[in-house]
Structure formats: structure tokens, C-alpha cells
């Protein structure tokens, strides 16, 4: 149980126990066994429904935060058909969805969103991804070099330097053909 969801039910408790209900169920004839206080009676079932509605919210940010693998290709393929965005948007794209943890085919498309809009703190995700898999990395490694941006294209020819021996012999001469 989660710390809200305990709030709520410790706070149901306490609400319930300035009650003396009449019969076996609560009732519009409730009688309290203190003095009726109308203000913080008020003021406790408004932080009582402040608690359920966060609770509810709460329901929706995970959901919204749990895209399946196939769901987020769809939205990093939509973003990739946009003209520009901005460095903070892919920011709160890679920590809303931890796109560095997603299989290949997500990777692979965060990648090639990095490489489009030159955003520098996701080249770290690019050097794992042609490291980890070398074979989808093929396409991003022209990608990187067709951006004719410096910085990309040398991160191309580190990653390949590296990666070179452990690749598959085709793969790395359409590759070193790419590169030189």
C-alpha cells in the first residue's frame, strides 16, 4: 500500500470515528459524539477528497508513464516527422519514458531522434546502441554521417573504431564504406 493510499484510509478511520452512527449503518441521522464543529468537518472531507482525487492522478501518471514498447515507437516516429524540438522536450522524453532502458526498435528510433535534433546528452545512448546492437546500428551510422554536423560524424568514427572487430565482416564494410 502506497503512502497516499494509507493516508486515506487512516484519515477514513478518523473521520468516521467523530461519528456515532445510529443503527447498523451510517445514516443522514448521525449524531457525533462531540460537538458538531461544521468548519473542520468541512475542511476534513476536503482533504479527504484532495487525497482521493491524487490518488487518482496518481493512477493516471503510471499509466501514462507505461507506454507499451510498440506504443512509444509510434510516438517517437510521429516526433521524428516534426520539423524541430527542443532540448528540453526530448529531456522529459527520455526521463518520462527511460528510453536508454527500452528494447532495440525503441532505442533505435530515440537514436535517430537524437542524431536529427543534434541533442548532445543523448550521444552517450547512441555510443550504446552501435556498440549493443550492431546490426540496426548500420542505418545510424549514415544517418550520423549525412547530418554533416562534426561532433556526430566523429562520434561515428569512434563507435565504429571500437566496434569494428566485433562486427559481422559485411556489416562492417557497408559501414567503413559509409565512413570513408
Known sequence: MCCLS??????????????????DSPAPWCIYKTPPNYISFRIRCSVLS???MMRSKLRLHKLLHQLLPDQLVLLLEYLLEEKTLCPRTL???????????????????WCELVVKHKYVPG?????????????????LYGELMLNEDAKQQELAFKCFAAAQEQMDMSAAKVVA????
Open 6 to 23: 494509507m493516508g486515506i484510509a487512516v484519515f477514513d478511520k478518523c473521520l468516521q470515528s467523530t461519528l456515532l452512527y445510529v443503527g
Open 50 to 52: 484532495y487525497f482521493r
Open 91 to 109: 529531456q522529459h522524453l527520455e526521463k518520462t519514458y527511460q528510453l536508454h532502458d527500452q528494447d532495440a526498435e525503441v532505442r533505435h528510433r
Open 123 to 139: 550521444y552517450g545512448d547512441i555510443e550504446k546502441f552501435l556498440r549493443e546492437d550492431q546490426a540496426m546500428g548500420v542505418y
Open 177 to 180: 564504406e559509409m565512413l570513408f
